[in-house]
């Protein structure tokens, strides 16, 4: 099993700049979220979604839009980069079912710079 | 709000040391879950063990051992005869209770550095 593949693993973006982090899970997890994690620092929730379809904001949104198409696939998208989006972003998944807080399985995460 | 306190950024053990990261935690939930995760110098996530707050018993898995004290609000990890692999930054996570179908959003502390040297 691959688990939740991240690509790219590293890049550099120019201020201003627009890219799409890409995010894929193979365990048909309905839950998926997205974590930025500065040095020094725990993760921060971007965003979170609980199904195709469905998306809503977690503690630091602004500057990212996301969306769930599928249930396998939960891009990140940064429309204008700025320097303070400069991190490690991880994207993760969670079984569904009861309330039972099943363990959030990550992927290997997204070095990102902002020049 | 939720709050994850490492109070202890960095620490120094020689190997076969035991070791204990502190963990406390604030929630006004009285249905929540704490997480603890080992980050690895090659930057992955690894999930280490789940506890309820209705589950009070200590859990140890070969090395490792947890104790959760709701008294003290505290979730302590000790790494017993540490091993230079243990080196690691590790994260103790809180979520409330999950949502009708499982899902759930961590709040993180800000992680211990772990170094073990030989």
């Known amino acids: 099993n691959a688990g939740v593949t991240q690509t790219p693993k590293f890049r550099i973006l120019k201020i201003g700049q627009s890219m799409t982090l890409q995010c894929a899970q193979d365990?048909?997890?309905?839950?998926m979220y997205w974590y930025r994690q500065d040095p020094g620092m725990g993760l921060k929730l971007i965003y979170y979604?609980?199904?195709?379809?469905?998306?809503d904001k977690g503690e630091v949104p602004n500057g990212y839009n996301v969306s769930r198409s599928t249930t396998e696939d939960f891009p990140l998208r940064l429309e204008l980069a700025a320097p303070s989006q400069t991190s490690v972003y991880f994207c993760?998944?969670?079984?569904?079912?009861?309330?039972?807080?099943?363990?959030?399985?990550f992927g290997d995460g997204t070095r990102l710079s902002i020049l | 709000a939720q709050k994850v306190t490492q109070a202890q950024t960095e620490i120094s053990v020689v190997e076969k040391e035991d070791v204990t990261l502190d963990c406390v935690y604030e929630?006004?939930?009285?249905?929540?879950?704490l997480f603890w995760y080992k980050q690895p110098p090659s930057g992955e996530l690894v999930f280490l063990i789940r506890?309820?707050?209705?589950?009070?018993q200590n859990e140890i898995s070969g090395r490792y051992s947890w104790n959760f004290q709701k008294s003290t609000s505290s979730f302590n990890f000790t790494i017993t005869a540490s091993q230079v692999v243990d080196s690691a930054v590790y994260f103790c996570?809180?979520?409330?209770?999950?949502?009708?179908?499982?899902?759930?959003?961590?709040?993180f502390g800000t992680g211990t550095q772990l170094k073990v040297e030989l």
């Open positions: 993760a998944s969670s079984y569904g079912g009861g309330r039972s807080n099943q363990p959030q399985h």
């Open positions: 365990m048909n997890h309905n839950y």
């Open positions: 979604s609980v199904g195709a379809g469905i998306t």
């Open positions: 929630t006004r939930d009285t249905t929540y879950y």
């Open positions: 506890r309820n707050s209705f589950d009070e």
């Open positions: 996570a809180l979520s409330e209770a999950g949502w009708a179908g499982g899902g759930n959003k961590l709040t």
